[in-house]
């Protein structure tokens, strides 16, 4: 392959590497079946993060949320908490009320539909998660294409556009369909699914990101042009993405000897609807810390400062400055904001992982951490 992928050589691809995937592989829990649901909830789980991190929460959420029906009818304080940690809220948002509108539908079975098309209609659901259930799950010849995917493609073709470009990606999908349509269009000993994971494992295992390949282990090494140069960290080629803002807020840990003062964010916005530790807007002194403190109706006692910290989401960077502030035990809440338990927070109140730097201080573990015994 030269430049840009065809269908031809794209499905000469599809035995080597399915016959790479049967023993190499990786033992992961949505795999154990073919659920639509189990595969809806993984990729959507797996969106930038790593797989090791999601095992504990995949298994968490199927544990209290077994079915669509179950994810419909699941109270969103409820729901943002198993989510806690993974980040994305909107995400697990979307699935609700995805799982909501096949509930009205179906009342007595709802179900995830085996079309793609179908599936891209419904909220949160976009061409790569659409293609991979409809493929693992039901065996459709359509293509699942994701970065690992877009990686192996410029590798093999030495394919020297920039990858972030719409119609790059759009061109890789439509020659892998072709390719997969024209393999899998009669009985056939490998899967449709089976393909579509086997580059996932590809991506994830040999052809690296960011890091030299393990080109020795690939199924597809001899059909490598990037291989056969001696280029494989050249591709692919990827433009600088938007710069990131930095935004500087000042995080209150404002505590008693049993509880912590916690506030609910607004329900629109980043980290919607979820709960934090006050935070002013820029770098805050002790005084404004404490006035901060004492306007919201408590008395402070002491203050010391915390470690600064960073936390970086796609399109904002905060840089944090702290403070602890001891305060005697109140008589009443502060408007909005209001004093939680330890305990209580670890169970009821979902607290995104930007925050983490900071609930080690009061020994709170979130996210799945929190459910480990």
């Not at 935070?279 to 008395?299: K, N, P």
């Amino acid at each position: 392959m030269n430049g840009k992928p065809s269908a031809d050589a794209l499905q000469s691809l599809i035995e080597p590497l399915c016959e790479w995937y049967e023993t190499h592989q990786r033992d992961l829990p949505w795999r154990r079946d073919r659920d639509a649901y189990h595969i809806w909830v993984s990729e959507i789980m797996l969106q930038q993060t790593r797989v090791e991190a999601v095992r504990p929460y995949y298994e968490r959420f199927m544990t209290a949320l077994p079915d669509i029906r179950t994810l419909a009818e699941c109270p969103e304080n409820d729901l943002l908490k198993l989510w806690e940690g993974l980040g994305y809220y909107s995400r697990v948002r979307n699935m609700q009320k995805t799982a909501k509108m096949l509930t009205c539908a179906e009342p007595a079975g709802p179900r995830l539909p085996s079309d793609r098309e179908e599936l891209l209609r419904l909220p949160g659901i976009g061409d790569y998660t659409a293609g991979a259930i409809a493929s693992i799950a039901f065996g459709q010849p359509v293509p699942a294409v994701d970065g690992n995917v877009m990686r192996i493609l410029a590798r093999l073709c030495t394919d020297g556009r920039d990858v972030r470009e719409a119609a790059v990606k759009k061109e890789y999908s439509r020659r892998l369909e072709e390719a997969m349509r024209g393999y899998f269009g009669e009985e056939r000993r490998f899967t449709p699914g089976g393909f579509n994971q086997a580059l996932m494992d590809l991506g994830a295992s040999v052809c690296l990101p960011n890091a030299q390949p393990r080109c020795g282990q690939c199924p597809l090494a001899a059909s490598c042009r990037a291989r056969r140069e001696g280029e494989e960290l050249r591709y692919p080629v990827r433009s600088r993405g938007k710069a990131r803002r930095t935004e500087n807020r000042t995080v209150l840990l404002i505590r008693d000897g049993k509880h912590v003062v916690l506030r609910k964010r607004p329900e629109k916005g980043l980290l919607a609807g979820l709960y934090e530790f006050p935070s002013l807007e820029g770098t805050a002194g002790r005084e404004q810390a404490l006035r901060a403190a004492e306007e919201a109706g408590f008395v402070p006692l002491q203050i010391r400062p915390l470690e600064p910290a960073k936390h970086i989401f796609t399109h904002v960077e905060w840089h944090m400055t702290a403070y602890e502030i001891r305060i005697a035990e109140p008589e009443g809440s502060g408007g909005d904001w209001f004093l939680a338990g330890t305990e209580q927070i670890e169970k009821d109140y979902p607290v995104p992982s930007a925050f983490s730097a900071y609930t080690r201080y009061l020994q709170i573990r979130t996210g799945a951490e929190a459910k480990r015994s």
